[in-house]
């Protein structure tokens, strides 16, 4: 089964390309899938209990707690763009395994048409939806899960419409004496069944690691994540950022080594993890650093939000700052169906 999974992983980042930003379809698939992952920084592959949306960023994270739970979650991204996801687990035969369903959408609202004489036509909309199905095990006698989702994907934009399907694999291993656990996901792994128009297009494939850890005697868990590890260069020169001497000559933004590190860099913290109410705050340094604005204070790429439990329910809030500009806001609703 290791060797399985190794060949996977392999395979996966020997057939894709850099895939970030618009260089791959459906890219709403990495979306954070509630408010605990985007208060966190956007990406969390680590977190092993109740919560059932964090089965749809790593299939191995599926397990007995998330039984009879039913998660919802909505975000006004930006604009009039809204998205969110829905998840349930079920335990079953004899109570040993779990098999995991979700649903991640996106609605990119109403657009005003016009022709190529820039005349006025009916408008139109957009939006793409995506459905999985999961289940994980755990490794006979070691501390390692293994699990995967199958996705289905529809999308519809204006005339156009697409399906597609994917698959995720992920990996998880658990220290409990130590709080210490570390996860690794593919992402995306799939393909086009009817593209849009002629030519299929690549699905955004990634490739995520993580590490989490409850601190011993203090009621704090951090998280560090990798992202885009398929990829390695993805910092660039801003050009805005262009030193210009006396003479006039331009020297472009050095981008070394702890820059390129740094991009693929996510880090988290929740306060009170284990409580009825806790705190959680995240930055992306890939996220902060590409939207910020030359010469002007911005808080891009930081994160915050909060998690109150109410006996059987759970509310979750994140937001997230974009740039000066624009932000968004996270709600998501945790139920224990039991």
């Not at 004489?117 to 293994?146: C, D, M, R």
């Not at 009817?194 to 011993?216: K, N």
């Not at 050095?254 to 409580?275: Q, S, Y």
Request: with cysteine; charged share 15%; glycine share 8%.
């Amino acid at each position: 089964m290791r060797l399985w999974l190794l060949t996977m992983i392999i395979l996966c980042t020997q057939l894709s390309r850099a895939q970030v930003g618009g260089s791959a379809t459906y890219q709403f698939l990495n979306l954070g899938s509630s408010p605990r992952q985007v208060a966190l920084g956007g990406k969390t592959v680590t977190n092993f209990d109740y919560d059932p949306t964090q089965a749809l960023f790593n299939p191995a994270t599926i397990n007995p707690a998330m039984d009879n739970q039913l998660s919802l979650n909505f975000n006004n991204y930006v604009s009039d763009i809204s998205y969110g996801t829905a998840s349930y687990a079920y335990l079953w035969d004899r109570r040993t395994q779990v098999i995991h369903t979700g649903v991640t959408y996106i609605n990119y609202g109403n657009f005003a048409g016009y022709d190529e004489q820039g005349q006025s036509t009916s408008s139109f909309s957009g939006g793409e939806l995506a459905v999985s199905v999961g289940h994980a095990k755990n490794i006979p006698y070691t501390n390692w899960y293994l699990g995967g989702n199958l996705k289905f994907i529809s999308s519809t934009l204006e005339q156009y419409n697409s399906t597609g399907i994917a698959l995720d694999v992920g990996l998880l291993y658990r220290n409990e004496d130590q709080g210490l656990n570390f996860g690794l996901v593919a992402r995306n792994f799939g393909a086009q069944l009817d593209p849009y128009d002629i030519t299929a297009e690549r699905l955004p494939f990634e490739l995520v690691a993580g590490v989490s850890q409850d601190l011993e005697n203090i009621p704090v868990r951090w998280h560090l994540t990798m992202e885009h590890l398929e990829n390695w260069r993805l910092a660039f020169a801003n050009p805005n950022r262009d030193e210009i001497d006396l003479e006039g000559n331009a020297t472009s933004e050095n981008i070394n080594f702890i820059d390129e590190v740094l991009r693929h860099a996510i880090v988290g913290v929740e306060l009170f993890p284990d409580k009825g109410f806790n705190l959680r705050l995240g930055y992306s340094f890939r996220r902060g650093e590409e939207l910020r604005i030359v010469d002007q204070r911005s808080f891009a790429g930081l994160s915050a939000g909060f998690g109150i439990k109410l006996n059987k329910l759970r509310f979750s809030y994140a937001y997230s700052r974009f740039n000066s500009a624009a932000a968004s806001s996270f709600f998501g609703l945790n139920m224990n169906l039991q």
